[in-house]
RNA sequence: GUGGCCGUAGCUCAGUCGGUAGAGCACAGGAUUGUGGCUCCUGAGGUCGCGGGUUCGAUCCCCGUCGGCCACCCCA
């Protein structure tokens, strides 16, 4: 029978990994509560169109990214492709939306595409969505948070803030006609893509990989120019908040999203250690998507966080604290017939030291080879019960880790050496 | 969807100018009776991704296919 495997992009986390993921997981979530963000946890498959109006119909996700299939009954559902979305629909469903909301989650996203570094199809994100605050101090305030998670995690070296402001939709739009007249007049310049580009999605041209193309669009007509007042006034009260806070970014104005419900501000936090997939976190300001996923008008900003590419940049750059690696304390060798012997010592020891992490061996096995498993274990205790110790009610404890001289005692007394 | 590189032991790889394969690490056992790490010895483990073609004979050459990686694209 042939091998089954894992569907194409979608990997397993193994036992190795795990730990850093976990310290991921258990950092981002402390953080999201220490600023007062609620988890929030929505469903993985929803309604296809749920993501055709709130992503936008003409994007590469929708037209050609989704996971998307019909149910029993008939009705197309699709496995989500971005987290802000679902959070919208049921901030929506269930009237969040009374009070402003600050919301995080954390979950499995579906994206057809070709695997590569930092890009798989089946991927985790960690996002954070605000409702109801309309003001720069929230998009400031999200942006602050990030940095000190960089802090944190002890890569604030390695990542940068680029920020800019789509405006309003009548300025991008008034800035789109633009920019396709100046691109049309110099189509032939273009590659290919952004050729394509220019009737879909002009303004995906902007960030173009094309070195010609970006030449081209050295004397093109500039975004921030177009800004309404409105927003220029937001993203000039942004950038004072972010330059009181002491968080760096750089002003890119040719940074767009790929998603159409962003307005305002937009940004990205972007990294060079990560290959061709260099953004780590995204997101941005989407004051009108609320309204028209069918709530009341409620201005929104959030963001998307890749956990692969946050994980694959901490293993990168080596930071991940050494404690990750070691998952026992102790490791309970048993030789002989004390099987039963050493289970209920193992029971006892777990009563009394809830902190410890002890492994038992089971599977029986020579002396040695046990030793050679607690070895392997990391754990920094063998402890040893033989028949000896079974019959008398003692355990030996052998330092793995230390010069330590080892000792045998009474299974009562083993609590206290240890805890001290 | 497009392109480049690559598929040999659990892992990292070598190798055969075409005669069915090896190393290191890892794993198992041993080096005097209940003591790991270092060292030494021994062992197990491979339809050489899969299918076809050329050939007396293919892991090696050719074609196809599947898979992986990286890049484009896309985006977190």
Redesign the pocket.
């Known amino acids: 029978m042939?091998?089954l495997?894992?569907?194409?992009?979608?990997?397993d986390l193994l036992p190795e990994q795990s730990p850093a993921w976990q310290y991921v997981e258990a950092t981002l979530s402390e953080l999201f509560g220490r600023y007062g963000y609620s988890e929030i946890r929505t469903p993985t498959l929803e309604a296809t169109q749920l993501f055709s109006r709130a992503v936008g119909e003409a994007?590469?996700?929708v037209e050609?990214?989704m996971y998307t299939f019909e149910d029993k009954s008939g009705d197309s559902v699709t496995l989500r492709p971005?987290g802000?979305a679902g959070t919208v629909r049921a901030a929506i469903q269930s009237n969040l939306l009374i009070q402003p909301q600050r919301l995080w989650y954390f979950g499995p996203?579906f994206?057809?595409?070709?695997?590569?570094?930092?890009?798989?199809?089946q991927?985790?994100?960690f996002?954070v969505e605000v409702f109801g605050i309309e003001g720069p101090d929230i998009d400031a305030e999200i942006l602050i948070m990030t940095a000190r998670l960089w802090r944190q995690l002890g890569i604030s070296e390695q990542v940068t803030l680029q920020l800019n402001s789509l405006g309003n939709s009548d300025s991008r739009a008034a800035y789109r006609d633009a920019l396709v007249v100046y691109l049309s007049e110099r189509r032939e310049l273009l590659?290919e893509?952004?050729q394509?580009?220019l009737e879909r999605?002009p303004l995906?041209?902007l960030?173009?990989?094309?070195a010609q193309?970006q030449e081209l669009l050295a004397d093109a007509p500039c975004l921030l120019d177009f800004l309404d007042e409105e927003s220029a006034a937001h993203f000039t009260q942004l950038r004072a908040l972010l330059d009181a806070a002491g968080v760096k970014y750089e002003i890119n104005s040719k940074l767009?999203?790929?998603?159409d419900y962003y307005g305002k501000t937009v940004f990205?936090?972007v990294t060079d250690s990560?290959?061709?997939?260099?953004?780590?976190?995204?997101?941005g300001r989407y004051d009108g998507l609320v309204e028209q996923m069918g709530g009341k008008s409620t201005p929104a900003v959030g963001?998307?966080?890749?956990?692969?590419?946050?994980v694959l940049m901490l293993e990168t750059l080596n930071v991940l604290p050494e404690s990750l690696v070691q998952q026992v304390d102790a490791y309970l060798?048993a030789?002989?017939d004390v099987q039963s012997a050493a289970l209920a010592a193992a029971e006892q020891l777990r009563d009394d030291l809830p902190w410890l992490r002890l492994q038992a061996h089971c599977g029986g096995?020579?002396?040695?080879?046990?030793?050679?498993?607690?070895?392997?274990s990391g754990a920094d205790y063998?402890l040893?019960?033989?028949?000896?110790?079974?019959?008398n009610g003692q355990i030996?404890v052998?330092?793995?880790?230390?010069?330590q001289q080892?000792q045998?005692l009474a299974l009562t007394e083993l609590a206290a050496l240890l805890q001290g």
């Not at 994206?111 to 199809?121: D, N, T």
């Not at 960030?207 to 094309?210: F, L, T, Y």
């Not at 998307?304 to 590419?309: F, M, V």
């Not at 096995?365 to 392997?376: E, L, N, R, T, Y």
């Open positions: 042939k091998q495997r894992a569907i194409r992009g979608m990997n994007t590469d996700i050609k990214e971005e802000t996203m994206r057809y595409e070709r695997p590569q570094k930092g890009r798989l199809r991927f985790h994100q996002g590659d893509d952004s394509r580009r999605n995906r041209i960030d173009s990989k094309n193309t767009v999203r790929g998603l990205e936090w990560l290959g061709a997939q260099g953004t780590v976190c995204a997101g963001f998307g966080l890749g956990a692969e590419r946050l060798v030789v002989g096995g020579s002396f040695k080879s046990q030793m050679k498993k607690a070895d392997k063998a040893i019960i033989g028949e000896d110790e079974a019959a030996t052998k330092y793995l880790r230390s010069d080892q045998t």
